[in-house]
């Protein structure tokens, strides 16, 4: 080789071993423990490592001077690192914990917009208690006066002097008893597995108001509740248990059928303080023959808007059955179809024939037992009618509508007639200066009856 080519082709020899080296130190099976590779001197006097210079010329010079450099980096880095530790701030001081008591909890957060709404309302609210409180006092006031109004009419319909104060009872004068009648209002509940739970809910409203209006009547009627059981019950049992402490109603678990049997044996119970008054005959005007004939015309009877048969009276020795069913008309003709299947008579209550409704004609379970209530009192389905649906209805009596109708009817002719003066009077005068005729306003009474009549639903 000759003498030119030959520092040349050493250093390509320093070259290629560094290299070689280099990446036998970095592969994995040569890693130190410790992770971080040793800086060394290679055969031919090349340092390699981290701080190796590859590529230049090796002597023991070079070599000493990388180590000595490679050494000082590694002290100037543990002093770096020595000196920035305990520089940094503790992590304490930096981020607190959250159970510190030196953390600052905002109190009074900032409120949403509902929950200003909210707060506002109530505001208000508080702000008219005083109003509210007046009102009050002026609706007792009015509820007073219409009462006294009330009790100076029937005063004065007796002949009483309504101008001095009214005659207080005598010591020892009890308010009248009321009288228990040989009659039977019977509550089939026996749908308990149709109905949802807040229709269970609402019967069971329905029949705790039957047992109010039966005790506060002065004519009681033999309250019962059978086919009790189920959902119902539990909620009788859990939410209504006070009803094991009323009177005057009895709750069975049999069906309708074996109910009513069992009704004609207490209501021929003579020691069970049965007495026929109010609507029902007049015991004075009964020999012992009619009173036997009455007993043995008592029938069973389930009431059905379905019926063709429309219920006429009241029979002293009967049972009437009340559908305790609450499911917004979606099982139609149930009770009818219960009733026929078992041949009892059904018959519906006469409502198309005494009243003018305005909306269907549904009725509860409690106001059909409060209308017959009212009937044994006064004997009238028209007033018992009247006295209990709700007026929401617009219900009223055939009689009272077809005046009022008559009476619309002759305004309408008397506004006809003027309606006639002022066309003459028109034709008389001419047009106006606009040169048109105005269109004279249509005087008309209340609307046409279409015909139709809503069902009427007897639960």
Not at 181 to 186: A, C, E
Not at 198 to 217: F, G, V, W
Not at 364 to 393: S, Y
Not at 430 to 454: I, K, M, Q, R, V
Request: net charge negative.
């Amino acid at each position: 080789m000759d003498s030119e080519e030959r520092p040349t082709k050493m250093r390509k020899l320093s070259h290629d071993s560094a290299q070689a080296d280099l990446n036998a130190s970095a592969s994995p099976d040569h890693m130190p423990k410790d992770g971080i590779p040793h800086t060394g001197v290679t055969t031919n006097g090349t340092q390699h490592g981290t701080g190796s210079s590859v590529g230049q010329p090796s002597g023991p010079y070079t070599a000493e001077m990388s180590a000595g450099s490679n050494v000082a980096e590694v002290e100037n880095e543990d002093d770096v690192n020595a000196e920035s530790g305990d520089s940094l701030p503790p992590p304490d001081a930096t981020a607190p914990l959250a159970a510190s008591s030196e953390v600052q909890v905002d109190e009074n957060p900032p409120l949403s917009k509902n929950q200003q709404k909210k707060l506002r309302k109530k505001q208000e609210w508080d702000s008219k208690r005083d109003e509210r409180k007046v009102v009050r006092k002026e609706k007792l006031v009015a509820k007073r006066e219409r009462k006294r109004t009330a009790r100076d009419e029937v005063r004065a319909e007796n002949g009483e002097d309504i101008s001095k104060p009214p005659a207080r009872p005598a010591r020892g004068q009890s308010a009248p008893k009321p009288a228990q009648l040989p009659i039977t209002f019977l509550i089939d509940c026996d749908f308990d597995d149709l109905m949802r739970e807040n229709e269970r809910i609402s019967l069971a409203a329905q029949i705790t108001r039957c047992y109010s209006d039966n005790k506060n009547s002065m004519f009681r009627a033999h309250l019962t509740v059978c086919s009790f059981g189920g959902q119902l019950r539990e909620r009788f049992d859990n939410v209504l248990s006070h009803y094991k402490g009323w009177r005057g109603v009895r709750f069975l678990d049999c069906d309708f059928a074996e109910a009513a049997e069992k009704a004609n044996e207490w209501m021929l119970d003579e020691e069970a303080g049965n007495e026929l008054a109010g609507a029902l005959s007049d015991p004075a005007e009964l020999d012992e023959a009619a009173h036997a004939k009455l007993k043995e015309e008592g029938e069973v009877v389930y009431l059905s808007s379905e019926s063709d048969e429309t219920l006429t009276e009241l029979k002293p020795y009967s049972t009437y059955i009340i559908g305790g069913l609450v499911d917004k008309n979606r099982k139609k003709g149930l009770c009818y179809k219960r009733a026929t299947q078992r041949g009892v008579r059904t018959a519906r209550l006469p409502i198309g024939e005494f009243m003018e409704m305005q909306s269907r004609k549904v009725l509860a379970t409690n106001h059909v037992n409060e209308i017959m209530l009212k009937w044994l009192e006064c004997g009238d389905w028209g007033q018992a009618f009247l006295k209990v649906i709700p007026k929401r209805k617009g219900g009223r009596l055939k009689g009272a509508a077809d005046e009022a109708e008559g009476s619309r009817e002759d305004d309408g002719e008397r506004s006809d007639d003027q309606g006639d003066e002022l066309v003459a009077s028109e034709n008389v005068g001419g047009t106006g200066a606009t040169g048109y005729e105005e269109p004279l306003p249509t005087a008309g009474g209340a609307a046409e009856d279409d015909g139709t009549a809503a069902v009427v639903d007897v639960p």
